[in-house]
């Protein structure tokens, strides 16, 4: 009997424990319904409330009021303003803004993007634009075999300004539209690398040919002419001050020279007089 009693009490306090559990369990339940319940509220608030909706504009040829632009120089904001396409008369609150940012990045002006909200009803953009650092002349169409120049920037992409616009830039030739955009941005790279070893000599170089990468040709300006220069891959510089003080010479000796090798250190060849001479 001692025994049966002393078990007793230990029966009530695990019963009671077990009471407070399911008390607190069955709080934590109605306090979660509730917060979910108090959530949908306020979602629906914020989807549904006029005072958060997105402007449409007055016509497509204008801007939403409510559609913040900033950074646009060269880029389409025509094609900005189409991203956002979708959230126009709706709640801010449904803009995907990192969805949008990555649309915004397929635009070829587009280096960088940044979105956010502005609460109540208003999207902020803002457009880092890429540097265009030369002028391309992709192969000629096979319509009329016209081929208009376009620009490129230091990672290789092709721009096509859509706003008049004045750039004093090189030329580059041998890069393909249809290539990778890592053999473009190779080639690219070389271009800018020769330019800036270069230095003040780049002045009077108007044209690159950057077809074989291991060998730029450049058109140089020289008293009133325009010659062709091999330079290799390596002693730009060198190079060209080494062509650059023997121009005289080489004038008088082959006036009709267009196109001179430079890509033996200390050496001019013209191209092609191997052949002549034999």
Not at 50 to 59: G, L, P, Q
Not at 240 to 245: E, G, K, S, T, V
């Amino acid at each position: 009997m001692p025994r049966a009693a002393a078990a007793e009490p230990r029966s009530i306090f695990a019963d009671i424990r077990w009471m407070r559990f399911a008390a607190w369990l069955i709080a934590g339940i109605v306090l979660m319904f509730a917060v979910l319940l108090a959530w949908r509220s306020v979602e629906e608030f914020l989807i549904k409330d006029n005072r958060f909706r997105i402007a449409e504009a007055d016509d497509f040829a204008t801007a939403s009021p409510n559609l913040i632009v900033e950074g646009i120089h060269y880029a389409s904001a025509s094609q900005i303003r189409h991203v956002f396409a979708q959230d126009f008369g709706r709640s801010v609150y449904l803009a995907p803004i990192e969805k949008r940012r990555e649309q915004l990045l397929a635009i070829d002006w587009v280096e960088n993007a940044a979105v956010s909200k502005i609460w109540p009803n208003t999207l902020k953009v803002h457009i880092q634009e890429r540097a265009p650092v030369a002028f391309v002349r992709p192969r000629a169409n096979r319509r009329d075999g016209a081929s208009q120049l376009a620009l490129i920037d230091k990672d290789g992409f092709i721009l096509r300004p859509r706003v008049a616009a004045r750039f004093t830039l090189p030329v580059i030739t041998g890069v393909e539209e249809n290539e990778a955009i890592e053999n473009r941005r190779a080639r690219v790279r070389r271009v800018l690398a020769m330019l800036k070893q270069v230095g003040p000599l780049a002045e009077q170089i108007s044209e690159i040919n950057v077809a074989d990468p291991n060998n730029l040709v450049v058109a140089e300006h020289v008293d009133n002419d325009v010659v062709d220069l091999m330079l290799g891959d390596e002693n730009y510089t060198e190079r060209l001050q080494n062509f650059l003080a023997n121009y005289a010479e080489i004038k008088a000796k082959r006036p009709n020279a267009k196109s001179l090798d430079l890509r033996v250190d200390g050496a001019i060849t013209t191209v092609g007089e191997e052949e002549r001479a034999q």
